[in-house]
């Protein structure tokens, strides 16, 4: 099982990127997906989840509103849509996948121990 994740690069303030992260080895079309991000020096903190069909996205307060995730389950791709961003949106980002058995509440997977496997990260650097 394999999480790449792609997209990342260096930005400037206010510009947008769009995030991917293809599985491949199994099918994650009925799990719940998930991105994080992870500066230098800090934890790895939750980002943003969706549900296994995209009826249910959960964002970060400090992305709300700028970011949203998606997900297409024939390309069994996870997407992370960031507009507006900020040099403190700086961080390797990582994507997520889970394994059965699912919880329903969506919340559950603002957590890192919600989720399974992890892609490798991809780098957004924002500058000012």
């Known amino acids: 099982v394999q999480l790449q994740a792609s997209g990342g690069g260096l930005v400037q303030t206010g510009d947008s990127l769009r995030l991917s992260c293809a599985a491949s080895?199994?099918?994650?079309?009925?799990?719940?997906r998930g991105w994080f991000r992870q500066a230098p020096g800090k934890e790895r903190e939750f980002v943003a989840a969706?549900?296994?069909?995209?009826?249910?996205?959960y964002l970060s307060d400090s992305v709300k509103g700028r970011f949203t995730i998606s997900r297409d389950n024939a390309k069994n791709t996870v997407y992370l849509q960031m507009n507006s961003l900020k040099p403190e949106d700086t961080a390797v980002y990582y994507c997520?996948?889970?394994?059965?058995?699912?919880?329903?509440?969506?919340?559950?997977?603002?957590?890192?121990?919600?989720?399974?496997?992890w892609g490798q990260g991809t780098q957004v650097t924002v500058s000012s």
């Open positions: 997520a996948a889970s394994r059965p058995p699912y919880n329903s509440d969506i919340v559950y997977y603002t957590q890192v121990g919600g989720f399974d496997y």
């Open positions: 080895g199994r099918t994650f079309a009925g799990a719940p």
């Open positions: 969706i549900s296994w069909n995209g009826g249910s996205t």
